[in-house]
């Protein structure tokens, strides 16, 4: 619930912000030359409250911290489903300024792409692979945490023992991954229809990934 919560409100006030313009508005520009606004009141394309500009990411938090409340504390007219879906599009109003944070004002930067699909990856991994993760937890617990760690960095069978477990698990999640891989291609492949840049990125994580399997591969031969 939250995943699907989370990705339909990021896509729909992303879409909402490029159909209307806001991030191009006079109000927004002055806004990100942090000067006061001709107006001291305005709701429209962008909202100005005594002459400050409110992003939506205001809203994305306010939402994640009422969804937390009732979570910790309850209630009467909210169950944990609704929960959720509070939290998610709170999170997703959130992820969609959170490149716009990060850069001072940026709205379109990449870094928002780059955020937002390390959080899908992290919950479609919840979704597909929990058995897996809950294996890997217990694998930890059952064994001594000291020497594991230094078995682990210090000796290169350990480590290629820990690797083919890895590699066990994943080959029996190999329809959750085409999948998942599925889902990723596509939504990269949109975005860079919509922002070529993104492609800098894509190539990059792409190239480390490969760089990385590589040098696992390597040392296991």
């Given amino acids: ?8 409100s990021f896509l729909t006030i992303r879409l909402m912000v490029l159909i209307a313009g806001s991030a191009e508005t006079k109000f927004a520009q002055v806004a990100k030359e942090g000067l ?8 429209g394309r962008n909202i100005i409250l005594f002459g400050h500009h409110v992003h939506h990411f205001y809203f994305g938090i306010l ?3 009422f969804a937390a409340w009732i979570s910790i504390v309850g209630s009467n007219y909210f169950n944990r489903r609704q929960a959720a879906i509070i939290y998610g599009i709170g999170l997703g109003l ?7 944070l990060l850069t001072w004002g940026d709205y379109y930067s990449g870094v928002t792409y780059l955020l937002s699909l390390f959080l899908i990856g992290i919950f479609l991994n919840i979704v597909f692979f929990p058995y897996f993760w809950r294996e ?7 064994s001594n945490l000291h020497s594991w760690t230094w078995n682990t960095l210090l000796d290169h069978t350990s480590f290629i023992k820990v690797a083919d477990i890895v ?6 999640t190999e329809r959750a991954s085409l999948l998942f891989t599925g889902i990723i291609y ?4 949109a975005l860079i229809l ?3 840049d993104f492609v800098y990125y894509w190539v990059a994580g792409v190239f480390f990934i490969q760089g990385v399997s590589s040098l696992i591969r390597s040392w296991q031969n």
């Fill in 94 to 100: 959130f992820m969609d300024e959170s490149g716009l």
């Fill in 136 to 142: 890997v937890r217990n694998e930890l617990l059952d």
């Fill in 63 to 65: 939402l994640i911290c």
């Fill in 186 to 189: 596509l939504g990269v492949g």
């Fill in 167 to 172: 590699s066990e698990k994943t080959n029996k």
């Fill in 1 to 8: 619930m939250i995943t699907i919560s989370y990705l339909l």
């Fill in 194 to 196: 919509l922002y070529p």
């Fill in 36 to 43: 006061t606004p001709d107006a001291t009141f305005h709701i």
